[in-house]
């Protein structure tokens, strides 16, 4: 990959960049509220499945069901909206915004992976719980593989500095870590049936929407590295990204409120 040249980001395009920040946050933070102020106290239950030895005439040791607590989905889906807004407040602050001014004409935005590591692991763990993964141990670990895809977005972009020609290595690693738990939640979808005894229908169309969005945050950046018309400019794949996170963010959150959310 050829290096960045600092000078070659036009300092009127990154303004631009900073006032589409404030934007996506203060949209975030807008529907973050909403959120809290009109849902219901719908919740799901988080559950271990611990072994117990059960006596009798054959004894052994059988799992044991118990309900750790029960989550309310609502402060859960605003979560993964507030962290977008403060994520993008942060970045366009004054503290913030030469840093990710810098870190953009280097061709990275470390801000983006951070906070994508922890709001989107919230919103595949809802998305999970939605078609009944509801073990403490698996939703954890959902949670910690989609973490790990995101981080290997920042890896890819950190390696990619020092390298004469793209290394695609954490960016297969990460498209395999992201594919996982997506299979999980197949699995539960498939395995739940159809008809009046499976899921809704919102969460097939939760499922569906949420996966493809996920899959073209990973197209973006295979478009931004492959250099493909617009994307030859770094900026425009940032720019693509916000939207992508804005629209998914959002589309998740009022699928979801539409669901199980809305007061009767």
Known sequence: MEAVDPDARSVPRGDRLRSLNLWAGALHLAQGVAILVLSTEFALPVMSFFLGFEEGR???????????????????????LFLSAFAHVVIASPLGYPRYRADLARGMNRARWIEYS???????????????????????????????MILFGWAMEVLNQTTERTNWLSYWFGVFAGAMPWVAIAIYLAG?????????????????????????????????????????????????????????????????????????
Do not use: H
């Not at 809802?126 to 973490?147: E, H, P, Q, R, S």
């Open 58 to 80: 054959t004894p052994a040791l059988q799992p044991d069901p118990q309900v750790l607590f029960d989550l309310r989905i609502g402060p859960m889906v605003a979560a993964f």
């Open 118 to 148: 922890v709001s989107s692991s919230v919103m595949i763990v809802i998305v999970a719980m939605l078609v009944g993964i509801y073990d403490v141990a698996a939703l954890l670990l959902i949670a910690a593989v989609n973490a790990c």
């Open 192 to 264: 739940a049936g159809g008809g009046e005894n499976g899921p809704p229908t919102f969460v097939y169309f939760i499922f569906v929407s949420i996966f493809l969005f996920f899959n073209v945050f990973a197209i973006n950046m295979l478009l931004q590295y492959r250099k493909v018309g617009p994307w030859s400019d770094y900026l425009y794949g940032e720019r693509a990204y916000i939207v992508l996170s804005l629209t998914a963010k959002s589309l998740l959150a009022w699928q979801v409120f539409a669901g199980t959310l809305r007061p009767e």
